[in-house]
């Protein structure tokens, strides 16, 4: 549910924007705000996890999620667009405990020689929602009627229900010990810095990269960012209980497995841009591309099983390198062999090497990674830290890996936009050299 919901909204923003009669750039936030707070959020119910517990968050976050979501259906009876904002801004805070909370008590429970199975289990089930959130989408979308969207929010609520009622059955409530209460103030300012800096983030364009730094729409939010930073990291200093762990940053074990995160986030939502890549190719009709991205879904369902099963034998440093390089020749052979050959083999070939090494390099390795160099009891603060670094790569690359082909249309474009992927992957190889379980 977490993950499908990332892509669900996307088939029918326009129908939603015709609805309220809005244009792209109203229209656009009923994304943006859900990108927004689902980053900025993880980090305190990673930290209320610890403290509260694992079950009765992951609950809360399902019935904070089911609550977002029936907001969302009203607000078109109520025919109020601020409505669905608010809706979305409610579905981020419930979605973001949900995976980082269930990767930590997977991380934190299961033994350690079947923890990497189990750790490449929860990425394949987040992975492949991701993949299938538009598909989703678009198949409620076709049997209730675009008229009738309301509905693609409201299937959210029975599930979430039977959801709640069997984590309430079944989970156990494994919480260590850990005293303290939530730094509310810090938790408050945390949210507001980075939501400073992914705002500042988004509204940069590398097509146009001087003035675009100095435009006010980076400029205001990037000092307002470096401002509420200093502020934030004295406050920590001071905090009983500080929702940032700051010794991160001095541990080389987890600033080698942020930086890591940080890029294999530009590579998984590299997936994207594959059906404009594919389209191109192909010389497909626009909006045909995603049935390429199948190939990928199937290997981001059987890479991170098979590779946490590899985790458990060979430990993460050599699967997450082994995964990176695969998918490092997946980007190249769709760049040299696939891109200017209009070959449907060729494409699908390099798409199923991009997703085998994508499979094995998301999720599984880094959570392993972090949880490995922490304690058990900060282990979802410890993988929602992960979680937040990735989903800013996420948000910096497309901006990146867009203004590739914004330069330069065409063929040289798309090479060049994967040549960059395939360094993402690279820059990830050469940082993970240094990595060494503390």
Not at 51 to 61: E, M, Q, S, T, W
Not at 187 to 214: C, E, K, W, Y
Not at 245 to 255: A, D, F, K
Not at 332 to 344: E, Q, R, V
Request: one cysteine or more; aromatic letters at 8%.
């Amino acid at each position: 549910m977490g993950g499908l919901y990332v892509g669900m909204v996307a088939p029918v923003r326009l129908v939603i924007q015709e609805f309220f009669g809005l244009g792209d750039s109203v229209g656009i936030w009923m994304v943006n705000i859900y990108t927004l707070f689902y980053a900025a959020c993880i980090p305190v119910v990673g930290k209320l996890a610890d403290i509260r517990g694992r079950k009765p968050v992951f609950l809360a976050c399902l019935a904070t999620f089911a609550a977002g979501s029936l907001v969302c259906g009203l607000s078109q009876m109520a025919c109020s667009f601020e409505l669905l904002l608010a809706g979305r801004l409610v579905q981020a805070v419930g979605a973001c405990g949900i995976i980082p909370v269930a990767n930590a008590e997977i991380g934190a429970s299961f033994p350690q020689e079947k923890k990497g199975m189990a750790l490449g289990i929860a990425a394949a089930v987040a992975g492949i929602s991701n993949v299938l959130g538009s598909a989703v989408g678009s198949l409620v979308m076709g049997i209730v009627g675009n008229e009738h969207w309301a509905a693609l929010f409201f299937v959210a609520l029975p599930i979430c229900a039977a959801l709640i009622a069997a984590g309430a059955a079944c989970l156990p409530n494994r919480t260590e010990e850990n005293q303290g209460a939530l730094d509310i103030p810090g938790s408050v300012l945390m949210v507001v810095t980075i939501l400073l800096l992914l705002f500042a983030l988004q509204n940069i364009d590398v097509s146009d990269l001087g003035a675009s730094l100095t435009s006010p729409n980076v400029l205001a939010p990037a000092l307002g960012f470096v401002v509420a930073l200093v502020v934030f990291i004295a406050m920590e200093h001071r905090a009983a209980s500080p929702v940032f762990h700051l010794e991160y940053l001095s541990n080389r074990p987890i600033v080698v497995t942020m930086v890591v995160s940080f890029f294999v986030g530009g590579v998984v939502i590299t997936m994207t841009l594959i059906p404009e890549v594919a389209e191109f190719i192909m010389s497909a009709p626009t909006g045909s591309g995603g049935l390429y991205i199948l190939p990928v879904g199937i290997m981001t369902m059987v890479g991170p099983p098979l590779g946490g099963k590899l985790i458990d034998k060979f430990g993460p440093k050599p699967v997450l390198m082994g995964g990176l390089a695969v998918a490092a020749l997946g980007f190249c052979m769709l760049a040299f062999a696939s891109l200017n050959s209009g070959n449907a083999v060729l494409l699908i070939a390099g798409l199923l090497v991009m997703g085998l090494g994508m499979g094995f390099a998301m999720g599984a390795p880094t959570n392993y990674m972090i949880l490995e160099n922490t304690s058990p009891a900060e282990s979802g603060s410890a993988i929602a830290t992960i979680a937040l670094v990735r989903q800013i790569g996420t948000t910096v690359a497309p901006a990146i890996l867009l203004g590739f082909v914004s330069a330069m249309p065409g063929a040289q474009g798309f090479f060049n936009m994967l040549l960059c992927a395939a360094m993402f992957c690279v820059l990830s190889l050469a940082c993970m050299v240094f990595y060494k379980k503390h």
